[in-house]
C-alpha cells in the first residue's frame, strides 16, 4: 500500500499564504502538485540560473584560475558558458529535488533557513563535480577536442595545469563552492520573495 504523502506548500516559506496542495499517493504525485504551483516552479527557475551559471562563474575562478587545474584553448567566457549549461542540465533535476526537501524542513522556522539549508545541500550535492566535470568536458576530453577544433585556437599558449588529487578538487569545490552558493541561494530567495509580493500586489 503506498503511504498517503502531502505535497509541501513552498509560499509559507517567502511570508504568503499557504495553498493546501493535498495529499497525495506517493512521494512522486507529492512532487508533480508542488510544482503545479507557479510559485515553486518561479523558485527552481530562478535558484537553477543564479547557482548554476553565477556559481558556475564564481568555481570557474576558483578551479581554473585560482587554483589552475586546466582547460582547454578556448575563451574563458566560452569556457565559464559551456561548464555552466552542463551543469545547468546535471543539476536542475537535483534542485528540482532538493527544493520540496527544503521547504517541507523550513515550513515553521526562521525564514533564513531556507537559503542557508539549500546552498548548504546544493554544496553537497556538487561535491563530486569537479570529478564529473572532468570526465565530460576536461581538457583532452571528445567533447573539449570538439568545442577547442570549432571555437578555439589549438596553438594557443595554455598554462601547464597544477596536478591535483580527485580529493584535493573536491575539496577545492568545498571551499569555493559553499559561500557562493550559501550567497547564491540567498539572493534567489530575496528575488523570488520580492517577484511573488508583486504578484499578490498586482492580484
Avoid at 151 to 172: C, E, V
Amino acid at each position: 500500500m503506498t503511504k498517503p504523502v502531502a505535497a509541501p506548500d513552498i509560499r509559507p516559506v517567502f511570508g504568503r499564504t499557504s495553498v493546501d496542495l493535498g495529499i497525495h499517493k506517493g512521494f512522486l504525485r507529492a512532487f508533480i502538485a508542488f510544482y503545479r504551483d507557479p510559485v515553486a516552479r518561479l523558485t527552481l527557475v530562478i535558484t537553477s540560473v543564479l547557482l548554476c551559471y553565477v556559481g558556475g562563474a564564481a568555481m570557474f575562478y576558483v578551479h581554473g584560475i585560482y587554483f589552475n587545474e586546466g582547460g582547454p584553448a578556448i575563451s574563458p567566457y566560452l569556457h565559464w558558458f559551456i561548464d555552466s549549461t552542463v551543469g545547468f542540465v546535471g543539476l536542475t533535476p537535483a534542485i528540482a529535488v532538493l527544493l520540496p526537501l527544503t521547504t517541507r524542513f523550513a515550513l515553521g522556522k526562521p525564514r533564513w533557513v531556507f537559503p542557508v539549508l539549500l546552498g548548504g545541500l546544493f554544496t553537497v550535492v556538487t561535491i563530486p563535480g569537479p570529478l564529473v566535470h572532468d570526465l565530460l568536458v576536461a581538457r583532452g576530453t571528445p567533447l573539449a577536442n570538439l568545442i577547442t577544433h570549432h571555437f578555439g585556437d589549438p596553438s594557443m599558449a595554455m598554462p601547464a595545469p597544477t596536478p591535483y588529487t580527485d580529493l584535493a578538487k573536491m575539496m577545492h569545490q568545498v571551499i569555493g563552492g559553499l559561500p557562493a552558493y550559501l550567497l547564491l541561494s540567498t539572493v534567489a530567495y530575496l528575488l523570488v520573495r520580492a517577484i511573488v509580493g508583486r504578484w499578490q500586489r498586482v492580484s
